[in-house]
Structure formats: C-alpha cells, structure tokens
Antibody, heavy 121, light 107 residues
C-alpha cells in the first residue's frame, strides 16, 4: 500500500523558516516524481513544486520561487520542502503527492494526509 | 502560465441527476488533464486522468471527455457520496495549474 506521511508543519512567524518532510513507503520511491501541493484554508488547490525521480528536474510556482527549496533523499525514501521567508499567504495545508512511474508529465496518483503550516505573529 | 477555468463554481443537484462540470484551458493542453474529487477535511482523490481515463476503483458513473482546451467531467447519476468539490488540473506544462473548483451541493 502506498503511504505518504507529511510532517514538520506548525506555527511560524512571518519571515521565519520551516522544513517539511514526506516519508514514503509501499512503492519504489526512486522511480517516481514527487510534488508539493498546498491548500489555504477554505481555498482551492495550488501546486507548489515538483522534483523528478533523480532530482535532475525541479520546478517551482512563481509564488514560492527563491524562497522554497524542494529536495529528496532516495536512500531514505523521503521528500522535503525547505521554506524560508515565510509569509501569511503561505498559510495552508501542504500535501505531498506522487506522480506516476517514470513520468514528470503526470497527474497526482497518491496523496499524503497533509501538514498544516500557519504563518502568523 | 496556463489558466484553468472551471464552471460552474457551485452546482445544486439532486440524487439521480446527470451532472456536467466544464474546464477550459487558456491554451491547448492536448489530453493532459486530470479531475479530482475532494470532500471536506479529506485528501483530494484522482477520478480521471489523460482527460478520459478512469482511475482504478472509481465508479463508472464518472466520465471525462475533451481535448485541446475544452473538457468535461460528467456524473451520469449523482449519488449521495458524490457531494464534494471537484477540481481539474493540467499537467501539460509547468507550472502545473488547477481550476478553481466546482462545489456540488444537495438541491
């Protein structure tokens, strides 16, 4: 069974930093592209960032470019999102989502339960 | 960036109704479109990928059609479990973009 478990969310002050993690199991982690998607309270889905299976290709939404860094460690089946210079508008549930095997051009087949990030003074 | 426009934003329907949701892309995305269902407090779930392919385990009352810039999600006979918010997503080009969502409510 595919499992994606996010952690690292919490309350942080504007300008602060946070590192989210996504621990994966139940599939060959190194064969899949991975993604972060967020959802602000009461709002729709917003794609944040994607990383290819071998980390060769990385993409960011303009809203987080230069502030967020996606990375992965295939040795420990984990995905990360380093978030710096956080703003109130970054407040959201952050989901880890898996694409389909071997494809960057992919829908999001599996999702984690999400971790809430709240940016507030 | 490719803009995804869903309509309507809210839809009131009764159990047994045929429901159609439309998603329009600001430029051609071929068939690189997915549909997701999300219930309150729950994780999004993929229903349709490649515009018309039904995800495994999804009831056959859900169907998708379209290509290029115009797409539809159809629920042939609305069931109580289908009251939720639906999102389209293009994955043709980065940045990946979602539609604004369509909330299907009980009439």
């Amino acid at each position: 069974e595919v499992q994606l478990v996010e952690s690292g969310g919490g309350l942080v002050k504007p300008g602060g930093s946070l590192r989210l993690s996504c621990a994966a199991s139940g599939f060959t982690f190194s064969s899949y592209s991975l993604n972060w998607v967020r959802q602000a309270p009461g709002k729709g889905l917003e794609w944040v960032s994607s990383i290819s299976s071998g980390s060769s290709y990385i993409y960011y939404a303009d809203s987080v470019k230069g502030r967020f860094t996606i990375s992965r460690d295939n040795a420990v089946n984990s995905l990360y999102l380093r978030m710096n210079s956080l703003r109130a508008e970054d407040t959201a549930v952050y989901y880890c989502a898996r694409g389909v095997v071997g494809e960057m051009r992919s829908w999001f087949e599996s999702w984690g339960q999400g971790t809430l990030v709240t940016v507030s003074s | 960036d490719i803009q995804m426009t869903q309509s309507p934003s809210t839809l009131s329907a009764s159990v047994g109704d045929r429901v159609t949701i439309t998603c329009r892309a600001s430029q051609s995305i071929s068939s690189w479109l997915a549909w997701y269902q999300q219930k309150p407090g729950k994780v999004p779930k993929v229903l349709i990928y490649k515009a018309s392919s039904l995800e495994s385990g999804v009831p056959s009352r859900f169907s998708g059609s379209g290509s290029g810039t115009e797409f539809t999600l159809t629920i042939s006979s609305l069931q109580p479990d289908d009251f939720a918010t639906y999102y389209c997503q293009q994955y043709d080009t980065y940045p990946i973009t979602f539609g604004g969502g369509t909330k299907v409510e009980i009439k």
